[in-house]
């Protein structure tokens, strides 16, 4: 009996501490009070976001309006055009639209006097190459969405006609290089065989850029890589340099051959000297198809998930067409298909700071004692930074909680190309508090502090090798910034001679070369009426 009181004591003791641990969770949890959520935040947002539509005169191109503006010109320039994938340098191709920006002073008339409208209109660049003087001609077309009239604006922009040479390559001049380089291959057939152990699909080329130093030049180095993923990595030491010059392609022709530190006047002076034992050979080892060291695949197996962030409320800012409200800020966005992203019209509190910050272009220069990146200065606006822009993956190049928004661009290409997700707007925590103080004095004792959070617009640029990323990030303080960040594959050269004096070995034939990134921006500032206009160079 003793035995059974014991165990009931013990029972009735083990429930009341139970009890009395779980009502002091609920006073305690009781007390702290969840995050209160406005239910109505997006709809209060996008009231105070203000402009009404205003943003739409930045807004970027629709791809129906692409279209109403090329069966325009089709119908309207009264010459015949060919689609860009299948124009040859002695055709006339359209080779892009974009928005066309109208003048700042008739935006701000429209943005802060009730002015009117500016008309939308859209850029598009021809190229003449079927005319006795070829040249590049821009046209200003309108009025969107249904345009009824095209003007040349070509002298006024530039001062003079533009010269058919200093135009953007195409892709199909491109795949017509490939076809010149694979007539060219046959010719040594020796040297191809055992020293390449080529077979018609095992080497890849690249172009170099700028083709030529001189004015009108059109001459280009063309290096050659093992046709494996990661190809940068895996040179093989031969390089072609082939004038492009003429509209005839027929009349393109290999200048100089390089290999492993020698020069030939063409393939058959290579295959002559390879017979004669003349030519010093150095074999590269034959990569596997992922490439090897070359490859993107992780070399140890994924960890546990990683912290994620977490919108308690839902995401603070509010997207109505081009327009981003945030806290005390508000901006248009857009994406120029030549030089990639850019905001407009950048107001804190209600007060204009910024009316245009975009990217211009980003350009690489290089140094090496092969002939092709021994004089390459990449400008990344002549391939396109908008053309070059992906689609985002969630939880990688931006967080899952984003917001993910379509690109579109017309530019070398015969119909608008459409970019699903790749443009991201996201808020994160800043890492560190925006301002915190701890104060342990013998009278008094406290610590505040304000948690930081910013906005990111963010996209990113495929370049060839290199992988741009770009942000503009707003502040709560009233800073906005830009940051750029460059990811992907090196550069890489044949390494032979004095190559370490010109980077890294990072191979036993591979050369990490010595090189220099060039971002620049375009700056407008507008702060209490006085206009500051400047380009920023970031190195």
């Avoid at 009233?478 to 044949?494: C, M, P």
């Amino acid at each position: 009996m003793l035995k059974m009181n014991m165990k009931l004591v013990c029972a009735l003791l083990a429930t009341c501490t139970a009890m009395a641990l779980i009502l002091g969770w609920m006073f305690r949890t009781g007390r702290e009070k969840p995050p209160v959520c406005e239910s109505q935040h997006q709809d209060r947002c996008l009231q105070n976001g203000g402009q009404d539509g205003h943003s739409l005169v930045f807004a970027d191109l629709s791809p129906g309006e692409m279209v109403q503006v090329k069966r325009y010109l089709w119908d309207n320039l009264g010459v015949p055009l060919v689609e860009p994938t299948q124009a040859k340098p002695s055709d006339n191709c359209l080779y892009s639209i974009d928005l066309h920006l109208p003048s700042k002073a008739e935006v701000l008339e429209f943005l802060d006097h009730q002015g009117r409208k500016p008309t939308r209109q859209a850029l598009a660049v021809i190229y003449f190459g079927n005319q006795e003087d070829p040249n590049i001609t821009e046209y200003v077309v309108g009025p969107l969405p249904k345009p009824t009239y095209h003007q040349d604006i070509t002298v006024q922009k530039y001062g003079g006609k533009l010269p058919y040479y200093r135009r953007f390559f195409l892709t199909s001049e491109e795949k017509e290089i490939h076809i010149v380089l694979s007539k060219e291959f046959p010719k040594a057939p020796n040297f191809m065989q055992w020293v390449l152990s080529y077979n018609g699909t095992n080497l890849l080329e690249l172009i170099i850029m700028p083709p030529g130093f001189k004015s009108g030049d059109r001459k280009v180095w063309m290096r050659f890589y093992q046709n494996v993923s990661g190809f940068y990595l895996h040179p093989v030491g031969f390089e072609l340099q082939v004038d492009v010059s003429s509209l005839n392609v027929s009349e393109w022709e290999v200048l100089n051959v390089f290999y492993n530190g020698q020069y030939f006047r063409d393939m058959e002076e290579l295959e002559r000297e390879f017979n004669k034992g003349r030519v010093r050979v150095v074999k590269v080892k034959k990569a596997p198809l992922d490439g090897g060291y070359s490859s993107m695949k992780p070399r140890v197996p994924p960890k546990s998930q990683g912290p994620l962030q977490y919108e308690p409320c839902g995401p603070r800012y509010c997207i109505r067409d081009n327009q981003v409200t945030f806290m005390s800020w508000s901006f248009a966005f857009g994406m120029e298909a030549n030089r990639g992203p850019r905001i407009f019209d950048v107001r804190f509190q209600g007060e204009r700071i910024v009316y245009e910050l975009s990217v211009q272009d980003a350009s690489s220069l290089y140094g090496s004692n092969n002939p092709g990146l021994m004089v390459s200065r990449f400008m990344d606006v002549s391939l396109g930074l908008g053309r070059g822009t992906v689609t985002l993956t969630r939880g990688v190049d931006c967080p899952y909680v984003a917001t993910y928004l379509d690109g579109h661009y017309f530019l070398d290409s015969s119909r608008p190309i459409t970019r699903k997700n790749s443009l991201c707007i996201f808020e994160q925590n800043a890492e560190i508090p925006l301002r915190r103080h701890y104060e342990d004095h013998v009278i008094s004792e406290f610590y505040g502090a304000l948690a930081d959070s910013v906005l990111v617009f963010r996209s990113i640029s495929v370049m060839g090798n290199y992988d741009y990323i770009w942000d503009f990030v707003f502040h709560q303080n009233g800073a906005v910034g830009v940051r750029a960040y460059a990811s992907g594959y090196i550069q890489t050269s044949f390494f032979f001679g004095d190559a370490a004096e010109f980077g890294n070995r990072v191979e036993d034939l591979t050369l990490g070369i010595i090189h220099t990134h060039n971002i620049d921006y375009k700056v407008d500032l507008d702060i209490r009426a006085c206009f500051l206009i400047a380009s920023i160079l970031v190195m």
